[in-house]
């Protein structure tokens, strides 16, 4: 019997080594001619490290959708650098834990103080893109989604905390999701360690106090992720080995994509895996996941440099604007090299939703931290071929219930043309 036992588990992990990518030929037959770029990149799929999912939607009688996903050399062993994306999860958590501290009187737009714990630490007592111009949750997330903003993540991950970023992450089903790294530059140790704050009302009386904070728990890090045949290190050096992605955050495509399936359509997934949000906070992260720049003076962006497309990838062509009938609710990331878009698609005009996901690698020079990556060259034509090719495919595509979207048909702002403030340049995203 302990013979059985122990081959049948060296079998398990054999299996696992020569697990092959999932490929489905619907999606590599409907992409065969999305575009020139796109075709290259499907056509070396080891090389730009390229993993695609779309999901079809389709609607019944009474309006409840059904999903159908299609993969493209989808591997959740495949590391790809979640860059920003890894703001979507921490803005979820973050309106989640507020409503954990509700007998508090804290919402969404209570000021929080973020105080200094750490010689590495900054504190943050006010935020100059707010109107108000006083640091807030929900100010935070307005930036992590309208522009990718690094110092908004910053401080909702120093809200939630490492250790309670895990912990709910793998309550909800997502067990091999890793959010252990701030993007300020600091070692393993540090990022254990989160700043304490407080919230206040708006004579300045405290409301909640939060400690600093410190993640007890391990990681295993022991799964080597090597990239690239060199890059350059902190002394702008050349160093002629691969790079080290051992112990950065790393989440799978597909649950990325399931986290957002579970704000756009919560009673899609159990209830032991939805964000605990309120219908306020469903409509919250919905609006501003699907906001352009444009249509907010509070954070007020310069729309020259953040234009209506620059977070929406499948969207994303030189003319740098939107279908005006078309809503993207996404979150995007990009860093050395990875580009990633994960969103859920809505033509209000015609009737058409969609998921679609995807992510690619492109450093042809295999040089990280260079600053030289393909991404105008390679990058954004392809997740713009595949995301067209998606859409147009989708306007055509027959279903016997037409969605009623009114859920996602949203009201957004405009400028205020009396509002003189200048427009923020040049964020840290």
């Given at each position: 019997?302990?013979?059985?036992?122990?081959?049948?588990?060296?079998?398990?992990?054999?299996?696992?080594?020569?697990?092959?990518?999932?490929?489905?030929?619907?999606?590599?037959?409907?992409?065969?001619?999305?575009?020139?770029?796109?075709?290259?990149?499907?056509?070396?799929?080891?090389?730009?490290?390229?993993?695609?999912?779309?999901?079809?939607?389709?609607?019944?009688?009474?309006?409840?959708?059904?999903?159908?996903?299609?993969?493209?050399?989808?591997?959740?062993?495949?590391?790809?650098?979640?860059?920003?994306?890894?703001?979507?999860?921490?803005a979820f958590l973050s309106?989640?834990?507020?409503?954990?501290?509700?007998?508090?009187?804290?919402?969404?737009?209570?000021?929080?103080?973020?105080?200094?714990?750490?010689?590495?630490?900054?504190?943050?007592?006010?935020?100059?893109?707010?109107?108000?111009?006083?640091?807030?949750?929900?100010?935070?997330?307005?930036?992590?989604?309208?522009?990718?903003?690094?110092?908004?993540?910053?401080?909702?991950?120093?809200?939630?905390?490492?250790?309670?970023?895990?912990?709910?992450?793998?309550?909800?089903?997502?067990?091999?999701?890793?959010?252990?790294?701030?993007?300020?530059?600091?070692?393993?140790?540090?990022?254990?360690?989160?700043?304490?704050?407080?919230?206040?009302?708006?004579?300045?009386?405290?409301?909640?106090?939060?400690?600093?904070?410190?993640?007890?728990?391990?990681?295993?890090?022991?799964?080597?992720?090597?990239?690239?045949?060199?890059?350059?290190?902190?002394?702008?050096?050349?160093?002629?080995?691969?790079?080290?992605?051992?112990?950065?955050?790393?989440?799978?495509l597909s649950d990325f994509?399931?986290?957002?399936?579970?704000?756009m359509f919560p009673e899609?997934?159990?209830?032991?895996?939805?964000?605990?949000?309120?219908?306020?906070?469903?409509?919250?992260?919905?609006?501003?996941?699907?906001?352009?720049?444009?249509?907010?003076?509070?954070?007020?962006?310069?729309?020259?440099?953040?234009?209506?497309?620059?977070?929406?990838?499948?969207?994303?062509?030189?003319?740098?604007?939107?279908?005006?009938?078309?809503?993207?609710?996404?979150?995007?990331?990009?860093?050395?090299?990875?580009?990633?878009?994960?969103?859920?698609?809505?033509?209000?005009?015609?009737?058409?939703?969609?998921?679609?996901?995807?992510?690619?690698?492109?450093?042809?020079?295999?040089?990280?931290?260079?600053?030289?990556?393909?991404?105008?060259?390679?990058?954004?034509?392809?997740?713009?071929?595949?995301?067209?090719?998606?859409?147009?495919?989708?306007?055509?595509?027959?279903?016997?219930?037409?969605?009623?979207?009114?859920?996602?048909?949203?009201?957004?702002?405009?400028?205020?043309?009396?509002?003189?403030?200048?427009?923020?340049?040049?964020?840290?995203?």
């Amino acid at each position: 019997m302990m013979r059985i036992s122990i081959l049948g588990v060296f079998l398990l992990f054999l299996s696992r080594l020569t697990a092959q990518p999932r490929t489905d030929a619907f999606l590599t037959n409907l992409l065969a001619d999305a575009g020139p770029v796109a075709k290259s990149v499907m056509a070396a799929p080891d090389k730009y490290r390229v993993q695609i999912i779309y999901t079809q939607i389709d609607r019944d009688a009474k309006n409840k959708p059904h999903f159908r996903h299609y993969y493209f050399n989808y591997d959740p062993q495949l590391y790809f650098n979640p860059a920003s994306m890894v703001k979507m999860p921490l803005a979820f958590l973050s309106l989640e834990k507020l409503n954990a501290l509700k007998a508090t009187d804290i919402q969404k737009n209570t000021t929080v103080l973020i105080d200094s714990s750490q010689p590495w630490q900054h504190p943050y007592y006010k935020d100059t893109t707010a109107a108000s111009g006083l640091p807030t949750i929900g100010h935070f997330t307005k930036k992590v989604f309208l522009i990718s903003d690094n110092d908004a993540y910053n401080r909702l991950y120093q809200f939630v905390g490492q250790q309670q970023i895990h912990q709910q992450l793998r309550s909800k089903g997502y067990p091999n999701a890793v959010i252990s790294r701030q993007f300020l530059g600091l070692t393993q140790e540090q990022n254990r360690h989160t700043n304490a704050l407080r919230f206040v009302d708006a004579k300045g009386n405290l409301l909640y106090q939060q400690p600093a904070q410190y993640n007890p728990d391990t990681f295993d890090f022991s799964r080597k992720i090597l990239v690239g045949k060199g890059y350059l290190n902190r002394n702008d050096s050349l160093v002629n080995e691969p790079f080290d992605f051992s112990w950065h955050n790393n989440i799978s495509l597909s649950d990325f994509q399931q986290m957002l399936q579970s704000v756009m359509f919560p009673e899609s997934v159990p209830a032991s895996q939805r964000f605990q949000l309120t219908k306020d906070d469903y409509h919250f992260l919905r609006y501003w996941m699907s906001a352009y720049p444009s249509e907010t003076d509070d954070p007020k962006y310069d729309t020259a440099q953040y234009f209506d497309s620059y977070v929406k990838f499948f969207f994303y062509d030189s003319t740098h604007r939107m279908p005006a009938q078309v809503r993207v609710f996404n979150k995007v990331g990009w860093a050395y090299g990875f580009l990633t878009d994960v969103s859920y698609v809505a033509d209000f005009a015609n009737k058409v939703e969609y998921m679609l996901s995807a992510t690619v690698y492109v450093n042809s020079d295999g040089i990280l931290n260079d600053d030289k990556y393909d991404i105008d060259d390679i990058g954004h034509p392809f997740l713009y071929q595949i995301g067209q090719s998606i859409y147009q495919y989708e306007l055509k595509r027959e279903r016997k219930h037409r969605p009623d979207l009114k859920a996602f048909q949203l009201k957004y702002g405009q400028r205020d043309p009396n509002d003189k403030r200048p427009p923020v340049r040049n964020a840290d995203n």
